[in-house]
């Protein structure tokens, strides 16, 4: 950590933070369960996220699904920054990053993950996406990154 000539924490200096969640699954449902249950935490802590899909129509199809997550609970979001709101549904392009929380769920690197305080990347054990989050693991470490795993499921 860094500190600016005011004594204030530089942020684009600090380490950041960079969490990979593989499941123990190949079900899409129980990735987007995960997904669910991620973003009410994310809400529960205040934080915002941007929520990065392979294309606009992934984030719409979504979109309709957090409807139905928990009735009692709603997770304020919205898709492609139509409305403010603390969690956003983007395609591959997010066009106003919120700069705190980063939930990748596209098969590509993020570019522009280095302007978040976190980085998520959400795995289950689909071959290709067991493949590209190696790919993308590697990114990070050359990057300079040390990312950290959890894994769901597993005994």
């Known amino acids: 950590m860094t500190l600016d000539t005011d004594g204030q924490q530089d942020a684009e200096a600090s380490p950041k933070d960079v969490l990979f969640y593989v499941l123990n699954s190949?079900?899409?449902?129980?990735?987007?369960?995960?997904?669910?249950?991620?973003?009410?935490?994310?809400?529960?802590?205040?934080?915002?996220?941007?929520?990065?899909?392979?294309?606009?129509?992934?984030?719409?199809?979504?979109?309709?699904?957090?409807?139905?997550f928990q009735p009692h609970s709603f997770i304020v979001h919205s898709v492609q920054g139509e409305l403010p709101a603390p969690i956003q549904l983007y395609g591959e392009q997010i066009e106003r990053p919120c700069k705190d929380v980063l939930v990748n769920l596209h098969p590509a690197f993020p570019q522009s993950f280095e302007i978040y305080q976190r980085t998520i990347e959400i795995l289950d054990q689909t071959d290709y996406l067991v493949q590209m989050g190696r790919e993308r693991w590697k990114a990070y470490k050359a990057q300079g990154i040390e990312p950290k795993i959890h894994k769901i499921g597993f005994d």
């Open 26 to 68: 190949t079900e899409p449902e129980k990735r987007e369960r995960f997904l669910s249950k991620l973003l009410n935490k994310i809400q529960s802590e205040k934080r915002q996220a941007d929520v990065r899909f392979e294309n606009e129509q992934e984030a719409q199809r979504y979109d309709l699904t957090l409807w139905d």
